[in-house]
Nanobody, 126 residues
Framework: QVQLVESGGGLVQPGGSLRLSCAASGFTLNGYAIGWFRQAPGKERGAVSCITSDGNTYYADSVKGRFTISRDNAKNTVYLQMNSLKTEDTALYYC????????????????????WGQGTQVTVSS
């Protein structure tokens, strides 16, 4: 069964850090681009970051310089290191990938079946 499972979210104060993980099971992430998205209450889902199969990375302007996406193919996991968190980063964070995936800026593009995790909540508040 193909699954993406996010973890690592939580409550953090402004200026703090979190590292999100996106672990795949049922298939290997090697060869796929992976994207992180987020959705805050009352807002549309937006692309945060994307990493290609060969490690090229892209970020939304709002997180550039603060967030770092990386992948560990041996662990079949993609990470999103989030530093200098702001209250406006509060959202439900999802990872996604799928067949014939690539990155169009910070958004992953998927031309075949897509896979999404269930999301992990990040709350930045004092």
């Amino acid at each position: 069964q193909v699954q993406l499972v996010e973890s690592g979210g939580g409550l953090v104060q402004p200026g703090g850090s979190l590292r999100l993980s996106c672990a795949a099971s049922g298939f290997t992430l090697n060869g796929y681009a992976i994207g992180w998205f987020r959705q805050a209450p009352g807002k549309e889902r937006g692309a945060v970051s994307c990493i290609t199969s060969d490690g090229n990375t892209y970020y939304a302007d709002s997180v550039k310089g603060r967030f770092t996406i990386s992948r560990d193919n041996a662990k079949n996991t993609v990470y999103l290191q989030m530093n200098s968190l702001k209250t406006e980063d509060t959202a439900l964070y999802y990872c996604a990938t799928g067949g014939l995936s690539g990155c169009l800026g910070p958004a992953v593009t998927i031309k075949r079946r897509d896979y999404w995790g269930q999301g992990t909540q990040v709350t930045v508040s004092s």
